[in-house]
Nanobody
Framework: QVHLEESGGGLVNAGGSLKLACELS????????MGWFRQSPGKQREMVAR???????EYSDGARGRFGIFRDNAKATVYLEMTDLKPEDTAVYYC????????????WGQGTQVTVLS
């Protein structure tokens, strides 16, 4: 079955940077759309960035200009590079994978905590 393993979260000062990684196994990575959501206590899950199979990218308004989403098909990994982090970026970050035809639905990573200190 498709599985996503996330890593890279941690504690960082405001203005700092982090790079999250999400590795897919159990399927052909290049056939999946990938992306990142985040969730803070008491808030709904929020889309942060997505990267389609064809290379198209979309960002939330808050992420645009500070975050970048990239994929490495050879490593079956999607990355979320975050710069100029702010306390409001504090959340659990979840990556997802969606098969290219949308038949199998979404697969979610286990989440990785990002905490930004003011």
């Amino acid at each position: 079955q498709v599985h996503l393993e996330e890593s890279g979260g941690g504690l960082v000062n405001a203005g700092g940077s982090l790079k999250l990684a999400c590795e897919l196994s159990g399927a052909i990575f290049s056939m999946y759309h990938m992306g990142w959501f985040r969730q803070s206590p008491g808030k709904q899950r929020e889309m942060v960035a997505r990267l389609g199979i064809g290379g198209d990218r979309e960002y939330s308004d808050g992420a645009r200009g500070r975050f970048g989403i990239f994929r490495d098909n050879a490593k079956a990994t999607v990355y979320l590079e975050m710069t100029d982090l702010k306390p409001e970026d504090t959340a659990v970050y979840y990556c997802y994978a969606l098969d290219r035809r949308g038949i199998d639905g979404y697969t979610w990573g286990q989440g990785t905590q990002v905490t930004v200190l003011s």
